[in-house]
């Protein structure tokens, strides 16, 4: 083979292995290191430090070629030969950059492989001699003209030289001639022997020899750089031998004429055959790249939910026989959408290809290297699609093994992300199920993972929960709650009552909070915590706002119409609500559509949902005060405003949140926070108002501290519309002038 086989930056990754793996090289190629480094456009390698029979080595070598390649010349010269082996070398030259693919591998046969043999059959060992080298030479040379290279080109020249001689004088004795030309055996089947000892002496020396001076340069020992390098290139040897066999059969006795005449069909024979091949190939490439579509996620290059699929059935059919257990963990990041919105999908994508990479980073080498599943692998990894990762887990000892894994995943994703620019901390969720105990199908398990993940966003996020089946059992009831929450809505199920608020220092009635509740057909009166979340969630909250603004208004102006000065009633907005876009133009059109004064609407919104975006909300807060509604903060000091936010913000009133009250009697801290929560509201020109009152004690410490507004189950308790006006009546509220009627305020959140 023509082929001068030392390793270089140009050489098949040493990672592959067999046939599948190997992409042997044309041109020759030098010896060097292992590692490469990119300089400018083009590849270097480093040399190491050299061994001292390195130099050695090379120039005995050298010796051995020249020697060989000098028996050649003296052996032409004064044997009488045809010149016809000229051309044929000529030919090999020329055609050492083509090869031909052997289906079925990735290995090739070096078109100047098989005239080198038939070359050596043919016109004998001399002429074999020389082709070689020439071809090893003109290959070398066609690289570069440096120095070193050149020192490359001439062990390379030699080596190819002195392996064509063994193996050409071999087989000649083989056949029972001399080193010179002669007959071959006199059947075709007789030749096939002797060129496979010419291919395998051939192919040992030059491998050997090149793996030995590899071996010297790098520090490698000879067998690994041989088994890495050169193992699977004699079937290139073989192949060209082979090929050589029926050639030289066919060929014998033809004159130099005769072979110029033959030589052309063979080469358009071989660009027809490599001709299909490459369409074959491109074919194949483009199946390849249609089974990636269909199987792996272009993002993370993990499986997709369908290869993952195919990997769950399997192993759930393997955990079967062999009576094992398999594990499923179902991941979602926590809270993506608001990335996604604040920085948009483009970051997303790059979050994304950065948690699958520390998804794969996370677990260790034996459990999921490349998310492919084969015997003994522990762990297989997919994107399910969003922001939602699977875990396959198998051949685990017990439940901790999964619990560990789980606790790795929750420790890489918690790392802070730097991602374009912006340092974005993630948290994960996750949950697990376990065949057979939570179910023996790919779709069940995958539905109980899903159920567990779930129920540990309700506790909190950042976490792990295993499956039981009180969640499926809870989730089967939120469903169910989900579609009669609906079906309220449609139903006109709710209803409000009012709870009033009194004077600190003359305790009259001044306001009213409205409460809305759900009569439930079958579950009874349910209370706001029951179903807002819910609403809040599925986005039923929005028409069910949007019903409390038009009852209330309407209620109004039923008080307008009987002659009675009413008290002002002031919304709750939830967090949904207050970020929708067209919040303004509804609470407008209903006020216009009612005909109600804004002075009896009060707008309360809690301090978590203003601080999520302090800017935006900003504007949204000055864009209702300039509807003319009064503006309000609800449970304020459980969430983290700012002075400077409290002073840009329009508003009104504070409302104190009703933790801080409960334990005030015995609690200094409690005390010391709603003294603070007063002096600093009053500061800014604010009223205040405590909720949650139950005590005398309690009344008595928040009206000595100056607070403005009371409200709890001391005075009342939530009403409904006819009990309520007949406790205003009780309390003579009716009858007092309007500028001192107070306000009345609707929540949607849970009070008792």
Request: aromatic share 8%; charged share 20%; glycine share 8%.
């Given at each position: 083979?023509?082929?001068?086989?030392?390793?270089?930056?140009?050489?098949?990754?040493?990672?592959?292995?067999?046939?599948?793996?190997?992409?042997?090289?044309?041109?020759?190629q030098?010896?060097?290191?292992?590692?490469?480094?990119?300089?400018?456009?083009e590849?270097?390698?480093?040399?190491?430090?050299?061994?001292?029979?390195?130099?050695?080595?090379?120039?005995?070598?050298?010796?051995?070629?020249?020697?060989?390649?000098?028996?050649?010349?003296?052996?032409?010269?004064n044997?009488?030969?045809?010149?016809?082996?000229?051309?044929?070398?000529?030919?090999?030259?020329?055609?050492?950059?083509?090869?031909?693919?052997?289906?079925?591998?990735?290995?090739?046969?070096?078109?100047?492989?098989?005239?080198?043999?038939t070359?050596?059959?043919?016109?004998?060992t001399?002429?074999?001699?020389?082709?070689?080298?020439?071809?090893?030479?003109?290959?070398?040379?066609?690289?570069?003209r440096?120095?070193?290279?050149?020192?490359?080109?001439?062990?390379?020249?030699?080596?190819?030289?002195?392996?064509?001689?063994?193996?050409g004088?071999?087989?000649?004795?083989?056949i029972?001639?001399?080193?010179?030309?002669?007959?071959?055996?006199?059947?075709?089947?007789?030749?096939?022997?002797?060129?496979?000892?010419?291919?395998?002496?051939?192919?040992?020396?030059?491998?050997?020899?090149?793996?030995?001076?590899?071996a010297?340069?790098?520090?490698?020992?000879?067998?690994?750089?041989?088994?890495?390098?050169?193992?699977?290139?004699?079937?290139?040897?073989?192949?060209?031998?082979?090929?050589?066999?029926?050639?030289?059969?066919?060929?014998?006795?033809?004159?130099?004429?005769?072979?110029?005449?033959?030589?052309?069909?063979?080469?358009?024979?071989?660009?027809?055959?490599?001709?299909?091949?490459?369409?074959?190939?491109?074919?194949?490439?483009?199946?390849?790249?249609?089974?990636?579509?269909?199987?792996?996620d272009?993002?993370?290059?993990?499986?997709n939910?369908?290869?993952?699929?195919?990997?769950?059935?399997?192993?759930?059919?393997?955990?079967?026989?062999?009576?094992?257990?398999?594990?499923?963990?179902?991941?979602?990041?926590?809270?993506?959408?608001?990335?996604?919105?604040?920085?948009?999908?483009?970051?997303?994508?790059?979050?994304?290809?950065?948690?699958?990479?520390?998804?794969?980073?996370?677990?260790?080498?034996?459990?999921?290297?490349?998310?492919d599943?084969?015997?003994?692998?522990?762990?297989?990894?997919?994107?399910?699609?969003?922001?939602?990762?699977?875990?396959?887990?198998?051949?685990?000892?017990?439940?901790?093994?999964?619990?560990?894994?789980?606790?790795?995943?929750?420790?890489?994703?918690?790392?802070?992300?730097?991602?374009?620019?912006?340092?974005?901390?993630?948290?994960?969720?996750?949950?697990?199920?376990?065949?057979?105990?939570?179910?023996?199908?790919?779709?069940?398990?995958?539905?109980?993972?899903?159920?567990?993940?779930?129920?540990?966003?309700?506790?909190?996020?950042?976490?792990?929960?295993?499956?039981?089946?009180?969640?499926?059992?809870?989730?089967?009831?939120?469903?169910?709650?989900?579609?009669?929450?609906?079906?309220?809505?449609?139903?006109?199920?709710?209803?409000?009552?009012?709870?009033?608020?009194?004077?600190?220092?003359?305790?009259?009635?001044?306001?009213?909070?409205?409460?809305?509740?759900?009569?439930?057909?079958?579950?009874?009166?349910?209370?706001?915590?029951?179903?807002?979340?819910?609403?809040?969630?599925?986005?039923?909250?929005?028409?069910?706002?949007?019903?409390?603004?038009?009852?209330?208004?309407?209620?109004i102006?039923?008080?307008?119409?009987?002659?009675?000065?009413?008290?002002?009633?002031?919304?709750?907005?939830?967090?949904?609500?207050?970020?929708?876009?067209?919040?303004?133009?509804?609470?407008?059109?209903?006020?216009?559509?009612?005909?109600?004064?804004?002075?009896?609407?009060?707008?309360?919104?809690?301090?978590?949902?203003?601080?999520?975006?302090?800017?935006e909300?900003?504007?949204?807060?000055?864009?209702?005060?300039?509807?003319?509604?009064?503006?309000?903060i609800?449970?304020?000091?459980?969430?983290?405003s700012?002075?400077?936010?409290?002073?840009?913000?329009?508003?009104?009133?504070?409302?104190?949140?009703?933790?801080?009250v409960?334990?005030?009697?015995?609690?200094?801290?409690?005390?010391?926070?709603?003294?603070?929560?007063?002096?600093?509201?009053?500061?800014?020109?604010?009223?205040?108002?405590?909720?949650?009152?139950?005590?005398?004690?309690?009344?008595?410490?928040?009206?000595?501290?100056?607070?403005?507004?009371?409200?709890?189950?001391?005075?009342?308790?939530?009403?409904?519309?006819?009990?309520?006006?007949?406790?205003?009546?009780?309390?003579?509220?009716?009858?007092?002038?309007?500028?001192?009627?107070?306000?009345?305020?609707?929540?949607?959140?849970?009070?008792?």
């Amino acid at each position: 083979m023509v082929l001068s086989m030392v390793m270089s930056v140009e050489r098949p990754s040493t990672k592959q292995k067999g046939p599948a793996g190997y992409q042997p090289k044309r041109a020759t190629q030098e010896p060097g290191g292992t590692e490469t480094k990119m300089k400018g456009s083009e590849i270097s390698t480093p040399t190491p430090a050299r061994h001292p029979l390195f130099l050695p080595f090379m120039w005995g070598a050298i010796a051995l070629g020249f020697g060989a390649i000098g028996y050649a010349v003296y052996e032409l010269f004064n044997t009488p030969f045809s010149y016809a082996w000229i051309l044929l070398a000529s030919v090999t030259v020329l055609c050492s950059p083509f090869t031909i693919k052997i289906p079925g591998t990735n290995s090739k046969i070096s078109i100047s492989d098989t005239f080198f043999f038939t070359n050596v059959v043919l016109y004998g060992t001399p002429a074999g001699i020389i082709t070689a080298a020439l071809d090893a030479l003109v290959s070398s040379l066609r690289r570069g003209r440096s120095r070193k290279r050149l020192e490359y080109a001439l062990f390379n020249l030699a080596t190819m030289a002195f392996s064509a001689l063994a193996g050409g004088t071999v087989f000649f004795h083989m056949i029972g001639r001399g080193g010179l030309a002669g007959p071959p055996a006199p059947t075709a089947q007789g030749i096939f022997l002797p060129l496979g000892v010419l291919a395998l002496l051939h192919y040992l020396l030059n491998s050997g020899s090149v793996a030995a001076i590899v071996a010297l340069e790098s520090g490698k020992k000879v067998r690994t750089v041989w088994q890495e390098s050169f193992l699977w290139t004699s079937i290139t040897y073989f192949a060209g031998a082979g090929a050589a066999g029926f050639i030289s059969v066919g060929l014998r006795g033809l004159s130099p004429l005769m072979l110029g005449v033959i030589l052309p069909v063979l080469v358009a024979t071989y660009f027809t055959y490599k001709t299909y091949l490459d369409k074959v190939t491109e074919l194949n490439s483009a199946l390849h790249q249609v089974n990636n579509l269909a199987y792996y996620d272009s993002l993370t290059n993990l499986p997709n939910r369908l290869l993952f699929t195919e990997h769950l059935n399997q192993a759930l059919a393997d955990a079967e026989r062999d009576n094992q257990q398999v594990a499923v963990m179902f991941l979602d990041l926590d809270r993506f959408k608001r990335i996604n919105d604040t920085f948009g999908h483009g970051l997303g994508d790059l979050l994304l290809k950065v948690v699958g990479d520390r998804l794969s980073a996370s677990l260790r080498c034996g459990d999921v290297p490349s998310g492919d599943p084969r015997p003994g692998t522990a762990i297989s990894l997919g994107r399910f699609g969003g922001d939602e990762f699977t875990l396959l887990l198998r051949n685990f000892t017990n439940i901790d093994d999964v619990a560990s894994v789980a606790q790795r995943i929750l420790d890489a994703i918690s790392m802070p992300v730097d991602v374009a620019g912006h340092e974005i901390f993630v948290t994960v969720s996750i949950g697990i199920s376990l065949s057979p105990a939570d179910g023996g199908t790919a779709d069940t398990l995958l539905k109980n993972a899903d159920t567990a993940m779930y129920h540990s966003k309700g506790n909190g996020r950042a976490g792990y929960h295993f499956y039981s089946l009180y969640m499926n059992e809870r989730s089967m009831k939120k469903l169910s709650l989900e579609n009669d929450l609906r079906r309220a809505v449609e139903r006109g199920e709710f209803e409000l009552h009012y709870q009033p608020k009194l004077d600190a220092h003359k305790r009259t009635p001044v306001g009213l909070e409205a409460l809305i509740r759900w009569a439930h057909p079958t579950r009874g009166l349910l209370l706001p915590a029951e179903f807002i979340p819910l609403a809040e969630e599925t986005g039923l909250i929005i028409p069910m706002g949007e019903w409390v603004l038009r009852t209330v208004c309407a209620q109004i102006m039923t008080w307008l119409g009987e002659g009675i000065e009413p008290l002002p009633v002031a919304v709750n907005l939830s967090c949904v609500q207050f970020r929708q876009k067209d919040l303004l133009q509804t609470i407008s059109q209903i006020l216009r559509e009612i005909c109600v004064d804004p002075r009896y609407l009060e707008l309360e919104i809690t301090e978590s949902t203003v601080m999520q975006n302090d800017e935006e909300a900003g504007r949204t807060l000055r864009g209702l005060a300039s509807l003319g509604v009064r503006l309000s903060i609800d449970d304020f000091g459980t969430g983290y405003s700012s002075l400077s936010s409290l002073k840009r913000f329009t508003l009104d009133t504070l409302k104190i949140d009703r933790s801080f009250v409960k334990d005030l009697s015995h609690d200094a801290d409690d005390r010391a926070i709603i003294s603070a929560i007063i002096g600093m509201a009053h500061t800014l020109g604010l009223r205040v108002v405590a909720e949650g009152l139950d005590t005398e004690e309690q009344m008595a410490f928040l009206k000595e501290q100056g607070c403005d507004e009371l409200q709890g189950f001391l005075f009342s308790r939530p009403l409904p519309v006819d009990q309520i006006n007949t406790w205003l009546e009780e309390n003579q509220v009716w009858s007092l002038p309007a500028q001192q009627s107070g306000y009345a305020k609707l929540s949607l959140l849970a009070r008792p």
